[in-house]
């Protein structure tokens, strides 16, 4: 199974931006995979935030968000540094959670239930 590793979470205040990146701790290419970012708030369930789906090395992949992070959140690959990065803009104070990057093999969407390996997450704190 890949490893992951969660990396760019903080305290920001509302308003304020933050990249997130999950990268293989053993170096292997992340393209093979599908990798999904969720989110889990204090008392919450975890959620599903964002999706990339796998490719082919040569594209992106088909991409996912939810509704209360589109246009605000964007997912994103590269390939060369097997890194996939989710770029937080204009965060509030409900998007404060621990977020996880998880991976499916070859998959095309990111269900909970079908994700091979998670990251052990990173804190993200929007406060002012």
């Known amino acids: 199974q890949v490893q992951l590793e969660e990396s ?7 308003g304020g931006s933050l990249r997130l990146s999950c990268a293989s701790s053993s ?4 393209h ?10 204090p008392g919450k ?6 999706c990339i789906s ?8 088909n991409t996912y968000y939810a509704d209360s992070v589109t246009g605000r959140f964007t997912i994103s690959r590269d390939n060369t540094k097997g890194t996939v990065y989710l770029q ?18 070859w998959g095309s969407t990111c269900r909970d239930d079908e994700m091979d390996s998670w990251g052990k997450g990173t804190l ?3 406060s002012s």
């Open 8 to 14: 760019g979470g903080g305290l920001v205040q509302p």
């Open 27 to 30: 170096g292997w290419s992340l």
């Open 32 to 41: 093979y995979y599908a990798i999904g970012w969720f989110r889990q708030a």
């Open 45 to 50: 369930e975890r959620e599903e935030v964002s």
């Open 54 to 61: 796998s490719t082919d090395g040569a594209t992106d992949g």
């Open 88 to 105: 937080m803009d204009d965060l509030k104070p409900e998007d404060t959670a621990v977020y996880y990057c998880a991976a499916d093999l």
């Open 124 to 126: 993200v704190t929007v």
